[in-house]
C-alpha cells in the first residue's frame, strides 16, 4: 500500500549485486511489527521475521541505505553482528570477542555501547556495557595491533540486548531514530511520532484516491505522513544516518539510494488531504511543517472546531488522535469531546474512521462500538487503535471529484 507499482518496478531495474548477505533488523513499537514487515516487502526484502519490536530480514550493504531511507514505522535499522547465550560475565565476554567486530569497526572508530537486559541472569546493564566493550576493544587490538583506540572517526554505536539469557549484539546504521524525518522543527505540547502517525494511516488502508481528515492534527503529523505515502515520498531522503560515514557502505551507494528515490516521487498525484484544530498556534506549525516536508500545496489546512466538520465527498476517512484526558482535570471535558465525535462522525455514515486514545471508555462515550480494535503505545502510553468501517464504494467506481478542497 505504502509504495506505487512504479516504486516495485524501479527497485526490480535497479537491483545491484548482492555484495554480501547482512543479518538486519528494524525496531519499532509494540504492535506494528506487521507493518514493517510489509514496508521491508514493499522495498524489495521478502525474508523477514517479526518478533516483539523488531522485525529481522536479510540484505546486503544497500539494504542498510534502502531501508533507512524508506521505512516509515521502524524506529532504527540495526546490523546484526552476533546472537548467543550468556548466563556468566565471562561467558559474554569471550562470545562476544568472537564476533567478527574487526571486519566493520576501522581503526579510529568511536564505538560506544549501549545497552538493556530483560529477564536475564546478567541484569547489570552497566556491567554488561563494560564487558562488550572490552571484548571489543581486545578483538580490534588482535586486528590493528595497538592497545589504545583514539576513537575519533566515524560512528559505530553498538548494543547489547539481552533477552531471557540470549545477547544481541548489533551496530546501530540509524542514528537519530527514523522518525526524525526532518521537518517538524517546532512540537506542540503533545505531539504525535511520525512513525505512529504513518503505521495508523497504514492500518487503515487509505488509498490516495480517497479524502481523508484529521480534525484534531497539531502540529499536522498526520496529514502530513499522509500526503508522503500519496505522494510516495521516501521519509528519510532529506536527512542523514550515522552510516553515510561508513567506509562499508559506499558514498556511491547512498547517492543511489537517493536517486532512486527521488525518481520514484509522485508528485503529480492529486490528493485529497484535510488537517484542523481548534488552536491557532498548532495550525501555524502545521502549516510550517508541512511546507518544509514539500507537500503544503497537496494539504489543505485550517482552524476549525470538530463539531464543525462536513464533506461534500461521499467515501472518506477519518484518521485522528483526539486529546486522551490523562488529568482527572480534563477527563470530563474530554468524555463530552467524545460523545460530540460520535454525532458528529455519524453523520458521514458512509466513510470510515479511525481514533487513537487510551481512553478505555471511548466507545461507550462515542456511542459506538468499533469494528476492530489494536492496542498501539503512544510514547509510554498504551492506547487502543478504534476501527469503524465504512462501506466502500460501488466497484469500478472513484472518489468524487478528485480534485479540489476537501
Known amino acids: 500500500m505504502p509504495y506505487s507499482s512504479k516504486h516495485s518496478r524501479g527497485l526490480a531495474l535497479k537491483r545491484m549485486k548482492i555484495l554480501a548477505q547482512l543479518n538486519l533488523f528494524a525496531t519499532c513499537l509494540f504492535g506494528i511489527e506487521s507493518i514493517v514487515a510489509r514496508e521491508l516487502k514493499n522495498i524489495g ?64 572508530a568511536q564505538f560506544p555501547v549501549i545497552g538493556k537486559s530483560v529477564s536475564s541472569k546478567l541484569a547489570s546493564i552497566p556491567d554488561c556495557q563494560a564487558i562488550v566493550k572490552k571484548a571489543v576493544v581486545e578483538k580490534l587490538k588482535q586486528k590493528y595491533k595497538k592497545d589504545w583506540f583514539e576513537e575519533t572517526g566515524p560512528v559505530y554505536k553498538i548494543e547489547v540486548g539481552l533477552l531471557k539469557d540470549i545477547a544481541t549484539l548489533s551496530i ?18 503533545a505531539p504525535l511520532k511520525e512513525t505512529l502517525a504513518s503505521a495508523m494511516i497504514q492500518i487503515s488502508r487509505w488509498k490516495k484516491d480517497r479524502v481523508l481528515i484529521d480534525p484534531f492534527c497539531g502540529s499536522g503529523t498526520i496529514p502530513i505522513e499522509t500526503a508522503m505515502i500519496g505522494l510516495n515520498i521516501a521519509p528519510g531522503l532529506n536527512r542523514e544516518f550515522v552510516s553515510v560515514g561508513w567506509p562499508q557502505i559506499t558514498e556511491k551507494m547512498w547517492k ?5 528515490a527521488n525518481d520514484l516521487k509522485e508528485l503529480d498525484n492529486e490528493l485529497l488531504i484535510q488537517g484542523s484544530d481548534i488552536n491557532d498556534e498548532v495550525m501555524s506549525l502545521a502549516r510550517y511543517h508541512a511546507k518544509l516536508a514539500g507537500v503544503d500545496k497537496h494539504i489543505h489546512l485550517q482552524r476549525r472546531d470538530m463539531r464543525e466538520i462536513s ?4 467515501y472518506g476517512f477519518i484518521i485522528c ?16 469531546l467524545y460523545q460530540d465525535m460520535g454525532k458528529v462522525f455519524k ?56 480534485a479540489g478542497n476537501v
Open 311 to 314: 464533506s461534500r465527498h461521499k
Open 172 to 189: 546501530d546504521t540509524s542514528g537519530t531514530g527514523l522518525h526524525k524525518r526532518g521537518y517538524r522543527k517546532l512540537v506542540s505540547s
Open 256 to 260: 543511489d539510494a537517493r536517486a532512486e
Open 347 to 402: 453523520t458521514l455514515d458512509t466513510w470510515s474512521y479511525y481514533v487513537l486514545t487510551s481512553h478505555v471508555d471511548f466507545e461507550r462515550f462515542f456511542g459506538q462500538k468499533a469494528n476492530k480494535k489494536r492496542k498501539l503505545y503512544n510514547g509510554m502510553i498504551m492506547c487502543n487503535y478504534y476501527q469503524f468501517f465504512g462501506p466502500p464504494p460501488p466497484r469500478g467506481r472513484k472518489s468524487e471529484d478528485n
Open 45 to 108: 526484502y521478502e525474508d523477514t521475521f517479526s518478533e516483539n519490536g523488531r522485525v529481522n530480514f536479510t540484505g546486503d550493504e544497500m539494504a542498510i541505505c534502502r531501508s533507512n531511507i524508506w521505512l516509515r514505522t521502524a524506529e532504527r535499522v540495526l546490523l546484526k553482528i552476533g546472537e548467543f547465550k550468556a548466563m556468566t560475565f565471562d561467558e559474554l565476554f569471550e562470545k562476544t570477542k568472537a564476533l567478527p567486530w574487526d571486519e566493520w569497526i576501522p581503526e579510529n
Open 321 to 336: 488522535n483526539p486529546p486522551y484526558g490523562e488529568r482527572l482535570s480534563e477527563k470530563r471535558e474530554v468524555e463530552k
